[in-house]
């Protein structure tokens, strides 16, 4: 059987940019997540992953290229705090109890 070939266009709104780490942090579970930003179809996304083991990933923020690059550092750093704070990852949690 012949895997499926993949195409891309040139120029296209769904182009993907490579990933970049923005952070690291480690929960009280003794887990390393990594904050990575990527292109999206022109969109800039911040997701937080875990690193070398399964587990959810979470979408941190999308559209920060309309705020720019000082936008970016300051949630990267809140995110970080926040996250040795609370020992989880911060989009794990809820207000809802």
Known sequence: MTPPAAT???????DVGERTELGRYRTAAGVE????GQRV????????VP???PGRAYLVERGLEEDGFAALLALV???????????????STTIFG
Do not use: I
């Open 8 to 14: 891309r266009n040139q120029g296209s709104n769904n």
């Open 33 to 36: 997540r990594v904050l990575y």
């Open 41 to 48: 179809a022109k969109v800039v996304r911040v997701t937080d």
């Open 77 to 91: 750093a809140d995110y970080l705090e926040t996250a040795n704070r609370l020992g989880v990852p911060p989009m």
């Open 51 to 53: 690193v070398d083991r």
